[in-house]
């Protein structure tokens, strides 16, 4: 494996030899590193992840310049990125690089343990052992693990109408940015309506599917969990709130519902929450929920 001191010993020979074919320019170099031998050069490089280079346009000897503008405009899609021979053009290649390392990062986050506290979540966990298990076995996020089932038995309010639950799914950074406005208005919606809200937690290495276990436990009449969305590229912050009426161990998405792109830019969270407890109204009146909730509310308004 490389050391410190061997890296440090690469960073100053390249810094070197810069200096050595003339290129210098103000004193600034991340960290500090290599100031014995930098002098005045600067590495300093501009952030290609600003609007300015995303909506520029990347195609060559574009015949009508206004019509790919008006399209770029309708869509965040990358189009208009061109390409140099059978490869991407740099610019274009660097973001979908930094976007991809975004995506990264949510993916292996940890959520904020100040934010759990905030809430008086106490987390447990699925089956899956490790980030990296969960994301091969996705079965292993739908279990408990029995730990958890012991600890939801002995802490959690049983039977009430609604359970909701936070799960880190495929983002934390989704759950952290959208808690602190969703939560309490599903909070504050479900007293308002007079419902019995049950004892909320924290899943570490949740999936959807995981509903069903946790209502095997609780025994509520509707069942949510705010979890992090599979994060797009460059866009982590995206959280879902999946639904469903008594959801049972053969349970699908077709008995669900979902409201999905919660974030700021998106599905507004404050308005998500708002959305989520009127479908928990319509579950509970129809005793139903996802393609049996729309049929029976289709066949109301016929
Ligand atoms: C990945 C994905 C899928 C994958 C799920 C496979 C998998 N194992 O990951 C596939 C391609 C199968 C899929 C299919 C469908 N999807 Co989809 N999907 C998504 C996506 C891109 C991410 C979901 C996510 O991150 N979930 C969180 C992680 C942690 O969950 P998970 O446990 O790993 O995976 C479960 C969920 O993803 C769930 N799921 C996926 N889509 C849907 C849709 C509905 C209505 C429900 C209840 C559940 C559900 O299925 C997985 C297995 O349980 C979202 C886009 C978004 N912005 O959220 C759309 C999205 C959720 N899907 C959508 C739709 C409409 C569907 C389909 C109904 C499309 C169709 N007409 O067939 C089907 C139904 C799926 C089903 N399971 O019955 C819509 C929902 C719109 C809405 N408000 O109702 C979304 C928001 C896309 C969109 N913008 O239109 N989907």
Known sequence: MITQQQIDAIIDAVVAELQRQGISSPPSLVGGRGAGVLGS?????????TSAYRTRSYVENVRKPDVLRALMQTTPARIGIGH?????????????????????????????SALLQQFNLFEVQTQAA?????????????????????????????????QVYVADGLSASAIEHNLRD??????QGLQQAGLKMGTPFYVKYGRVGLLNDVNSVVDAKVVVTLIGERPGLGRAEAASAYMGYKPQPDSTDADRDVVCNIFNGGTNPLEAGAYVVEYIKRMLKHQASGIKLKLIEQGQNK
């Open 130 to 162: 490790s980030r990296q298990e969960y994301l091969l076995r996705p079965d292993l996020g739908r279990k408990l693990s029995d730990a958890a089932r012991k600890t939801l038995s002995e802490r959690c309010v049983k039977n009430p109408d609604v």
């Open 182 to 187: 969703i939560f309490p208005v599903i909070q």
């Open 84 to 112: 140099a021979g059978p490869r991407y053009r740099n610019i274009p290649q660097f973001i979908f690089w930094a976007d991809h390392a975004v995506t990264q990062d949510a993916l292996f986050k940890e959520i904020d």
């Open 41 to 49: 050069l600067s590495l300093d490089l501009p952030d290609i992840t």
